[in-house]
């Protein structure tokens, strides 16, 4: 029996998807849900150099986690340690990846990374990485990556997102339910994508979560960035930590003519969407990750990205102008620096 510990992304369907398939493949498996932050990354070295001690040479997988240049060595630490053990270690991704990030993990770990600009924009979500890479032909875990895959990229901002993306949000926002999470995973491996304590969660969940998200929209400030000839318009908001912020900011954008919409929560994190729908006058193609890394440890995809806030709202009265006031300056800043580039 292999040992293997597992590591993928708590916030959505592609990452706790990702950990089911992973754990039909190995089904003795470590589970472990994180996220990004250099204080998650701790950890995450924390767990693999305990679990390595612990335990005969396995596998260590990450998957749906990208590198994020301000948190990555800690991992990059952990997985050096494990692979002096005789352990495995692979990395499964489909966010950007720097080449001076590929050629340093590489070294540690075998890498199965999907970006899309590489394949003519077809993009893949990382459940579909796990099932082309680890169990090919697995009939659950196929229709899982396709579950996965529409989730992770809508046709439209207007898709409808099936009611277990909000319960994930949920379950994660309300700290004595985040163990339903792995219940979750448990089920799904079975085959069971929903159960009556689930329904029930969802009743008890969806007044909450719809008034908050009413709340969030009435609340939201809408800025106009210019730069001699470009316009972009922003809505920021603040949202709850138990609402999907994908849904929130999707509504936000639902027949508007904004080009930006971010919403960030009272600790400080940060999530940005594009409206492709939408761009600026003279062509500017936003991208989210790009703004992104105007913020602390901040990455994703080009049309959906997030990050920390350098200030923390949760320490001050008037947090929420401060968070704004932050969010609005790196607009400003990534659009500045885009048309420099642009100007050259």
């Known amino acids: 029996m292999t040992n293997v510990l597992v590591f993928s992304h708590e916030q959505d369907i592609d990452g706790v998807f990702a950990a089911a398939i992973l ?22 070295k924390d767990k693999i150099i305990s679990f390595v001690e612990s335990s005969k040479p396995g596998i260590v997988i990450i998957a749906d986690i990208g590198v994020n240049e301000e948190s990555y060595m800690p991992v990059y630490e952990a997985m050096c340690f494990a692979k002096q053990r005789g352990w495995k270690n692979i ?10 990030t590929k050629n340093k993990m590489g070294l540690v770990s075998e890498l199965i990374l999907y970006e899309e600009k590489d394949h003519d924009g ?13 169990a090919p032909g697995n009939e659950l875990g196929s229709k899982l990556a396709i579950i996965a895959h529409r989730t992770d990229f809508p046709d439209s901002l207007k898709f409808p997102l099936p009611p277990l993306t909000g319960l994930i949000s949920y379950y994660l926002g309300i700290p004595q339910l985040y163990s339903r999470l792995y219940f979750l995973i448990d089920n799904i491996v079975k085959g069971i994508l929903w159960t009556i304590e689930m329904q029930q969660d969802i009743i008890n969940s969806s007044k909450l979560i719809d008034e908050s998200i009413a709340k969030s929209i009435k609340e939201m400030k809408v800025f106009e960035v210019f730069d001699n ?24 954008m639902d027949d508007s003519t904004l080009h930006i919409a971010i919403a960030f929560t009272t600790d400080g994190k940060v999530s940005i969407r ?14 989210c990750n790009e703004i992104a890394k105007e913020f602390k440890e901040g990455g994703g995809h080009e049309g959906a990205a997030g990050g920390f806030l350098i200030s923390k709202p949760q320490e001050s009265p008037h947090g929420d102008e401060i968070a704004v006031k932050e969010i609005f300056q790196a607009v400003s800043n990534y659009i500045h620096k885009t048309k420099k580039v642009l100007d050259r």
């Open 91 to 100: 990395w499964i991704d489909h966010h950007p990846w720097t080449e001076h």
């Open 23 to 44: 754990k039909i493949v190995y089904p003795n498996s470590d589970i472990v849900l994180t996220n990004y932050g250099l204080e998650r990354m701790l950890a995450v």
């Open 122 to 134: 077809i993009k893949k979500c990382a459940s579909e990485l796990c099932v082309e890479n680890l």
């Open 274 to 287: 594009r409206n492709k729908d939408i761009t600026s006058e003279d062509s500017i193609k936003l991208n």
């Open 229 to 252: 000839n470009t316009q972009i318009k922003v809505a920021i908001t603040r949202s709850e930590a138990f609402v999907n912020r994908s849904i929130l900011l999707g509504k936000i």
